[in-house]
């Protein structure tokens, strides 16, 4: 474990949360997460912990299946039109918000030089398995068709996710290509969330990892699924899925990550598929480090990796 990182998981168990796995969905999302324990270390070595500036961000609701679905719209800095991201951030489909996914948002923006828009998508158990999908696609219908009112460019529309919202990403596109819609530019997939067995190679390896183990993910599939039909469903088992014809692909993995393997997996099945896909391990950090740019160095790494595939296709 990179010492950065190590510091930052310190940190967290400092912050005394409950093992998720063992409360309900409502207490789950009241514990400290990997977001809170970067603001805890940065106050211990006397660093700043305001967010990292971009140009303008503006909270708003569009129409979602579930009713009004909110946004968040993270605008650079500059003028003209930008190329556009639709984000969906992580939680299992049941925790985290776009407060906890901040840090990414912002680092992606920059890096990007693109509008990032991030869904706050409905959560599971209060909303089970479609729900979260259907209002990820739900999201991509209206960014497609309102791109230009945010100064974003129709043509460089791209999407991204991490965990579960790597998943919704992968599926979102998938959906948009089967139902005949425009389909996004390039797809970044952080860490995802690509199938339902928790016997893989990186969840026996990291089965009690923080801030991610095992007995979390069966609890985040147990909340989000109706029935184990659900997990077999292509949207939650992307090895599945229908992926010829997708966008070039970036996949960012974990060492200490039960869901490494999962990246690995969808790598081998988007590439059997003909996909353009990039995929890298970042040795030394755990599940969730993409957005701890403030303290952690290959999270900055990891940011310009991914920014770097998404401007490939980008860029006008």
Known sequence: ?????????????????????SLSAPDARKQPTPTDAVLALLKKEGKPTTPEAVGSVVNRTIPGPGGALPIRIYTPAGSGTFPV??????????????????????????????ILVSVEYRKAPEHKFPAAHDDALAA???VVANATNLRGDTAHIAIAGESAG?????????SAKAMGLAVPVAILAVYPV???DTTTPSYTQNATAKPLNRAMMTWFFEKYTRS???????????????L??????TIITAQFDPLRSDGDMLAERLKAAGVDVEIRNFDGVAHEFFGQGAVVPAAREAVAFAAGGLRKQLMP
């Open 1 to 21: 474990m990179g010492s950065e990182q190590q510091q930052v998981l310190d940190a967290l168990a400092s912050l005394n949360g409950k093992p998720i796995e």
């Open 194 to 196: 690509t199938q339902g």
């Open 244 to 249: 010829k014809g997708l966008p070039p692909t």
């Open 228 to 242: 184990p039909a659900d997990a077999k469903d292509p949207r939650l088992n992307l090895l599945t899925a229908e």
């Open 166 to 174: 790597g998943n919704l990403a992968i599926a979102t596109t998938v």
């Open 85 to 114: 991201i639709l984000y969906f951030h992580g939680g299992g489909f049941v925790i985290a918000t776009n407060d906890t996914y901040d840090g990414s948002a912002r680092a992606l923006t920059n890096a990007t030089k693109a």
């Open 140 to 142: 991509w219908k209206w």
